[in-house]
């Protein structure tokens, strides 16, 4: 809640200012959306800014390669889905390397910047910067938290080109509130500090459970509440 998201927005506006093609790129299908929403908002053409999550883009830069042997629309069935997942990655770079032979700058980019990297695999980020229309010129911004990993035993942060780029700190909380960053503190013993600026907030209301079904129970009563 450091506020990454907000500055990887503020970063493609400055770069769209620039007159720069940029890539937002992120792991989660229903934040990519919502980007894509804020930049069409601010009439950021698509032609110049694009948002994807990693999955998705990398399907349709397969589809418009026309990649040999690889799936042209992601499957319903659960096993094979999971190979197309599987695949999917071998199956980008393979897409790259054909537009790039076939001289498709327009499907190339200056700038390249990542959200939720913690999420990433080392393999996809080498990948990514294949994006880039220039490496040496290239423009990339890595946001990450790794306390935010939903997959554990995912090889992340450990990418030798992403680790030699200076890294920024963002050490205060932007998205909660004060009374929500104490409650943090007294049950994690993590301390985060805030801004002045930051509302006190409600006190927090906590809801027990006692197994998944009745934990989703409680959250339907509560957004249907909110």
Same mark, same amino acid.
């Given at each position: 809640?450091?506020?990454? *998201?907000?500055?990887?927005?503020?970063?493609?506006?400055?770069?769209?200012?620039?007159?720069?093609?940029?890539?937002?790129?992120?792991?989660?299908?229903?934040?990519?959306?919502?980007?894509?929403?804020?930049?069409?908002?601010?009439?950021?053409?698509?032609?110049?800014?694009?948002?994807?999550?990693?999955?998705?883009?990398?399907?349709?830069?397969?589809?418009?390669?026309?990649?040999?042997?690889?799936?042209?629309?992601?499957?319903?069935?659960?096993?094979?889905?999971?190979?197309?997942?599987?695949?999917?990655?071998?199956?980008?770079?393979?897409?790259?390397?054909?537009?790039?032979?076939?001289?498709?700058? *327009?499907?190339?980019?200056?700038?390249?910047? /990542?959200?939720?990297?913690?999420?990433?695999?080392?393999?996809?980020?080498?990948?990514?910067?294949?994006?880039?229309?220039?490496?040496?010129?290239?423009?990339?911004?890595?946001?990450?938290?790794?306390?935010?990993?939903?997959?554990?035993?995912?090889? !992340?942060?450990?990418?030798?080109?992403?680790?030699?780029?200076?890294? /920024?700190?963002?050490?205060?909380?932007?998205? *909660?509130?004060?009374?929500?960053?104490?409650?943090?503190?007294?049950?994690?013993?993590?301390?985060?500090?805030?801004?002045?600026?930051?509302?006190?907030?409600?006190? !927090?209301?906590?809801?027990?459970?006692?197994?998944?079904?009745?934990?989703?129970?409680?959250?339907?009563?509560? /957004?249907?509440?909110?």
């Amino acid at each position: 809640g450091s506020g990454k *998201s907000l500055m990887a927005q503020w970063e493609v506006a400055r770069l769209f200012k620039e007159g720069k093609r940029i890539a937002f790129l992120c792991y989660n299908d229903l934040l990519a959306e919502q980007m894509q929403n804020n930049f069409q908002k601010r009439e950021f053409p698509a032609s110049q800014v694009t948002a994807a999550s990693f999955y998705k883009l990398a399907a349709k830069y397969v589809r418009l390669a026309k990649v040999p042997g690889a799936p042209r629309k992601e499957p319903q069935n659960d096993e094979w889905k999971k190979e197309y997942f599987a695949k999917m990655p071998h199956y980008f770079k393979q897409a790259l390397d054909i537009l790039r032979k076939q001289n498709k700058a *327009s499907r190339f980019f200056d700038a390249l910047i /990542i959200d939720e990297g913690q999420d990433f695999d080392n393999s996809w980020l080498d990948t990514i910067l294949l994006l880039l229309k220039e490496k040496k010129k290239g423009f990339v911004r890595f946001f990450y938290d790794s306390h935010q990993t939903i997959y554990k035993g995912r090889p !992340v942060l450990g990418n030798t080109k992403i680790e030699s780029m200076p890294v /920024i700190f963002l050490k205060r909380g932007f998205r *909660s509130t004060k009374k929500i960053l104490l409650w943090v503190r007294e049950i994690t013993g993590i301390s985060v500090s805030c801004y002045e600026t930051t509302p006190t907030g409600h006190d !927090v209301d906590v809801r027990l459970y006692s197994d998944p079904q009745e934990q989703i129970a409680l959250l339907y009563a509560e /957004i249907a509440r909110l």
